[in-house]
């Protein structure tokens, strides 16, 4: 048993001086492999008499179970002070201030919309949608614009191909089309905005080839012009935030109503900075009137049942009043200085007022 204490503390003097995983592993193997120095004792049994093998395969299975838990303990010992050593030389710094990051933004547009269809929501509008891509009917005849009316060539209408049957298809000129395919597939009362592109080829500082507006029709069978000049002077001094905004409605021509009008608002030019509110001045937002008895035939409303009125306007308009923006121009052009200086942050849209329906 000379031989094996001489071995023993050999092996675990190995063990105690191996100062890296792979030193202790290099030991492991040199004591413990299939040619290490405890597992040729192990093969010295066959040599032995069977009297011997007994006590000798004992003793030598004990030093191998000692000098493998010596292995675990100094292995162990061994990660967790390389553990600790890279918790501390990797620790992350969470007091570093984060990169800076751009923040998009809401497009004058986009702002505008949300705010007029909250003010719309207040008043129990729903939302309607309808293609940009038009049919001459639902553009034009439908809403009491016949065949080479005038009105057609006023638009300048943006048409597609002829097709083979002669019909071409067009860019919608205005968001009216929305309210016959809402009145053909639905049944009175409505109640509905339709805010939406358009498109008509004009183009300078005041008017674009794409364009914005939002549209409003209420049918009922008791609606008249009071019904319409009080929507209209609710949502305007709403939408500008000022209690005293006054309307002047102007008598005027649109297919789709009758009787028609132009609204205005009251404002004031100070120091040549654009007030609006009670003032010397005025400056035109839309059309409206009560809807054409026309209209309501084309969708099969029988005018004698059924009364409403419709208005509309430019969200571009809207929002260059509101805003102060002078040219329409920008904002399509995608200019990075524009957008910042006039963009609105995320939080500064309104919340929708419940009830709204898409």
């Known amino acids: 048993m000379s031989d094996f204490s001489d071995i023993r503390i050999s092996a675990l003097d190995a063990v105690e001086k191996s100062i890296s995983l792979k ?5 492991r193997v040199a004591l413990l492999g299939k040619s290490g120095s405890i597992t040729a ?20 299975n004990s030093l191998k179970e000692e000098i493998a838990a010596a292995l675990d303990a100094k292995k162990a010992t061994m ?12 620790t ?13 933004s809401i497009h004058p547009v986009t702002q505008v919309i949300e705010e007029m269809t909250a003010i719309f929501g207040a008043m129990g509008f729903s939302v309607a949608e309808g293609p940009e891509i038009e049919d001459d009917f639902h553009n034009f005849t439908a809403l009491n614009i016949p065949a080479n009316h005038p009105a057609r060539q006023m638009h300048d209408t943006f048409y597609f191909p002829e097709k083979p049957d002669g019909t071409r298809n067009l860019l919608r ?3 009216s089309p929305v309210q016959i395919r ?7 009362p409505y109640r509905f905005i339709a805010p939406g592109r358009v498109y008509r080829c004009d183009s300078d500082m005041t008017h674009a080839p794409m364009f914005h507006q939002i549209e409003a029709l209420v049918i009922d069978k008791s609606i008249t012009m009071a019904h319409l000049k009080g929507c209209l002077t609710q949502m305007v001094r ?3 935030g000022v209690e005293d905004v006054p309307l002047r409605f102007r008598p005027s021509f649109f297919p789709f109503t009758e009787p028609s009008a132009e609204v205005d608002i009251g404002c004031s030019w100070e120091n040549g900075e654009l007030k609006i509110g009670a003032g010397k001045s005025w400056l035109e937002i839309g059309g409206c009137g ?14 004698a049942q059924w009364q409403g009125f419709a208005f509309g306007m430019g969200i571009e308009r809207m929002a260059m009043l509101k805003y102060g923006i002078p040219d329409v121009r920008p904002f399509f052009e995608s200019d990075a200085r524009w957008l910042a200086h006039y963009s609105f942050a995320p939080f500064d849209i309104p919340s929708l007022v419940g009830g709204l329906a898409r």
């Open 92 to 104: 992350l710094d969470i007091t570093l201030a984060p990169r800076p990051e751009t923040q998009g």
């Open 173 to 175: 000129t205005h968001t």
């Open 23 to 27: 030193m202790l592993e290099d030991a």
């Open 290 to 303: 009560m809807v054409h008895p026309n209209v309501l035939k084309a969708v099969n409303l029988d005018p």
């Open 182 to 188: 809402w009145m053909q597939h639905h049944q009175p």
């Open 41 to 60: 004792e192990l093969k010295k049994m066959g040599a032995l008499p069977p009297e011997q093998r007994k006590e000798f395969g004992q003793a030598v």
């Open 238 to 240: 709403s939408f500008f």
């Open 79 to 90: 990660e967790e002070t390389e553990l600790s050593a890279r918790l501390t030389s990797e």
